[in-house]
C-alpha cells in the first residue's frame, strides 16, 4: 500500500534536485569564461611593414589566432578607424601583415576564443 505523503515528499524532493541541477548548468558558462587567458598583442613598424607578437600564459592562445590591424583616424576607437589588414599567428605567435606600402597610425587586435581573451595594442606610427 502507497503512502501518499511519502510519495509526494518524495515528487518534490525530486523536484527540489532537479532544479538545482539546473542552477549547476546554467552557471557553467560563467565558470568556463572566468578560466580565459589573459593575451597580449603588439604591433611594431618598419617602414609600412606591420608585424607584432601575441603572448600568453596559455600556449596555444598564442598559435592560430586572428589579428586584426585597424587604421585609426582621428580619436581611436571613435568609430571611424578602418579595419585595414588581418593575419593569423604562427606557433609562436608571430604576426606580419608585410609591406603595406601605407603610411599611418596603427593598432592590432587579437581575437577573443574560447579559451583565450582579446586584447588591443598601442597605437604606432607608421612612416616610409
Known amino acids: 500500500m502507497s503512502n501518499p505523503i ?7 524532493l525530486g523536484l527540489a534536485a532537479a532544479a538545482a541541477g539546473g542552477a ?4 557553467a558558462p560563467e565558470a568556463t569564461a572566468a578560466a580565459l587567458a589573459p593575451s597580449t598583442v603588439t604591433i611594431q613598424a618598419e617602414g609600412t611593414d606591420l608585424f607584432g607578437k601575441v ?31 588581418m ?15 601605407t603610411e599611418g597610425r596603427f593598432y592590432a587586435k587579437v ?3 574560447s579559451q583565450c581573451n582579446a586584447d588591443f595594442s598601442p597605437t ?3 612612416t616610409r
Open 6 to 12: 511519502r510519495t509526494a515528499t518524495t515528487a518534490l
Open 24 to 27: 549547476l548548468l546554467l552557471s
Open 55 to 85: 603572448n600568453s600564459t596559455r600556449a596555444l592562445c598564442k598559435a592560430d589566432r586572428n589579428v586584426i590591424v585597424y587604421k585609426q583616424v582621428g580619436v581611436r576607437g571613435g568609430g571611424n578607424d578602418i579595419r585595414f589588414a
Open 87 to 101: 593575419d593569423t599567428t604562427d606557433s609562436d605567435g608571430d604576426w606580419n601583415t608585410g609591406n603595406t606600402g
Open 111 to 113: 581575437t577573443k576564443n
Open 124 to 126: 604606432i606610427r607608421a
